[in-house]
């Protein structure tokens, strides 16, 4: 958890552990025992994996066996792009990616790059369906990749649609939901995804484990690692129990009381963004399309993003400029060079990402600090901006 004097809103880059995850981990840790044994050690630890199973297929509308734990959201990725994938007799050999997907899709798993197409998404984050109906009408089947909910603006896409178009032409449809779970409810069959990923530690979980959730009549899944029986003989390796007893446990805890988290929090974001466009030439990103209710991105021409994280850390608050797996690296983000901003306002872009225990005194904090940045960073010189905090 984040030290009791700091403001965490960063919950879109990895959320706190929360305590039943804690708990379920630490009884994972002393029991000990690998599921693949037969003894009562062994046992005792598949019982703990099976449960955690159970909970992810129930939190995502599916059947246990079809969950396959992976290391995180980026080897279910990476898994789940595989040529050769079909339901019926024809594979889906080529890959299909919006231009907004995290850099795991991006990279195309295990399609070679001239297999790889792209689809145009509109300023507000969307994926163009007239332009993917292009793409795939009167060709060989696709693999389809898909995010629900953008890491960095927290805009949705319109996945029933999107599968419908999909699979009227024959193809597949993986959707990364690693954003989306715990702050929207999903199943598999109101998405029409063939495929879904998900990630434990944006729910609460720890960091390194997440599963793929695999359609009941998909076929042709090839593992990533071989060596084992394990996951079905779809991900060899010795199940890290601890990390999934703690997935597990942080679903469980999570999905319940989602929809009251949820609302609570979008309260919190609105109120946010309502002081946010106070501040002159103030953009939200895709403030227009539907998105996640605890995510907001907020540009400022002028107004450098990695200065401004950093003037958020002096002042005690974690926020980003963008996705956690790439905002150490001071370039433009592609999600928002795709959506058409330019250089200068995709440069000055600041994530804030609430969660379950953010609270009013953490927006009264973060809007006092936001002031500050705003009248003393924008159009000023990185170092002597700094020299004021």
Not at 65 to 72: A, H, P, Q
Not at 221 to 229: F, K, M, N, Q, T
Request: proline share 5%.
């Amino acid at each position: 958890m984040p030290s009791l004097d700091r403001v965490y809103l960063d919950w879109n880059a990895t959320t706190p552990l929360r305590p039943e995850a804690r708990a379920a981990m630490a009884a994972a840790l002393e029991r000990g025992g690998n599921p693949s044994s037969i003894h009562a050690e062994g046992r005792a630890a598949r019982a703990m994996v099976e449960q955690a199973r159970a909970a992810v297929a129930a939190a995502v509308g599916a059947e246990p066996r079809n969950v396959v734990f992976t290391s995180g959201g980026t080897e279910a990725n990476t898994l789940a792009l595989t040529p050769g994938l079909r339901i019926g007799a024809q594979p889906a050999d080529r890959l299909v990616i919006s231009a907004i997907e995290h850099a795991s899709v991006l990279a195309g798993g295990r399609f070679a790059q001239d297999q790889i197409e792209t689809v145009q998404v509109s300023g507000e984050g969307v994926v163009d369906l007239d332009h993917l109906r292009s793409l795939l009408a009167g060709r060989p089947p696709a693999l389809v990749s898909v995010m629900l909910a953008n890491n960095e603006t927290g805009a949705l896409q319109p996945i029933a649609a999107i599968a419908e178009i999909v699979h009227d032409s024959g193809g597949l449809l993986h959707v990364d939901a690693i954003q989306a779970l715990g702050k929207i409810p999903f199943t598999l069959k109101d998405l029409g995804a063939d495929l879904v990923s998900v990630s434990a530690h944006k729910i609460g979980g720890p960091t390194g484990v997440g599963a793929l959730v695999v359609g009941v009549r998909l076929a042709g899944l090839e593992p990533l690692l071989r060596g084992g029986g394990q996951e079905l003989g779809r991900r060899a390796g010795t199940e890290n129990v601890a990390g999934i007893a703690g997935f597990g446990a942080a679903v469980a805890a999570a999905i319940p009381g989602m929809a009251d988290d949820m609302a609570r929090v979008e309260k919190l974001r609105n109120r946010l963004e309502a002081n946010l466009r106070q501040t002159e030439g103030s953009v939200i990103v895709a403030e227009s399309a539907p998105r996640l209710p605890n995510t907001t991105l907020v540009a400022v021409p002028g107004l450098r993003a990695e200065t401004a994280v950093i003037g958020f850390d002096l002042a005690g608050i974690a926020v980003s400029s963008g996705s956690a797996c790439s905002s150490g690296k001071v370039r433009p983000s592609h999600v928002l060079e795709a959506m058409g901003f330019g250089p200068e306002l995709a440069q000055s872009a600041i994530r804030i990402s609430l969660g379950w225990s953010s609270s009013e005194s953490d927006i009264d904090r973060c809007l006092q600090a936001w002031r500050k940045l705003a009248g003393n960073l924008t159009k000023r010189d990185h170092e002597t901006v700094l020299e004021r905090f």
